[in-house]
Nanobody, 124 residues
Framework: QVQLVESRGGSVQAGGSLRLSCAVS????????MGWFRQAPGKEREGVAT???????NYANSVKDRFTISRDNAKNTLFLQMNSLKPEDTAMYSC??????????????????WGRGTQVTVSS
């Protein structure tokens, strides 16, 4: 069974930065489509960013030019660098994976495996 484990999130003030990581086991990140998703209280889960097996990335408009998704193939780890954070970025962030590596969709239903999530809180 593929396992995804997110790093601890945190609390920052608006304008600050955080970096999330997602350690992957029993799968190779470079072969999978990987994504970050988030869910705020009372809202549906939404896609944040994806990266496919070719390294092509895709971002939600709300985070474009502020967030960067990347992976370290040697460490088999996915990252999300979050800059210029806003209070509306407050949510539970989860990483996800699917073996359909070459074609990523920034929608939760596309993914087979999920981490438990980590809380990110941005204060104004």
């Amino acid at each position: 069974q593929v396992q995804l484990v997110e790093s601890r999130g945190g609390s920052v003030q608006a304008g600050g930065s955080l970096r999330l990581s997602c350690a992957v086991s029993r799968a190779t990140v470079s072969n999978y489509c990987m994504g970050w998703f988030r869910q705020a209280p009372g809202k549906e889960r939404e896609g944040v960013a994806t990266i496919n097996s070719d390294g092509i990335t895709n971002y939600a408009n709300s985070v474009k030019d502020r967030f960067t998704i990347s992976r370290d193939n040697a460490k088999n780890t996915l990252f999300l660098q979050m800059n210029s954070l806003k209070p509306e970025d407050t949510a539970m962030y989860s990483c996800a994976a699917t073996p359909r590596g070459d074609y990523c969709v920034i929608a939760p239903g596309w993914y087979n495996y999920w981490g438990r999530g980590t809380q990110v809180t941005v204060s104004s």
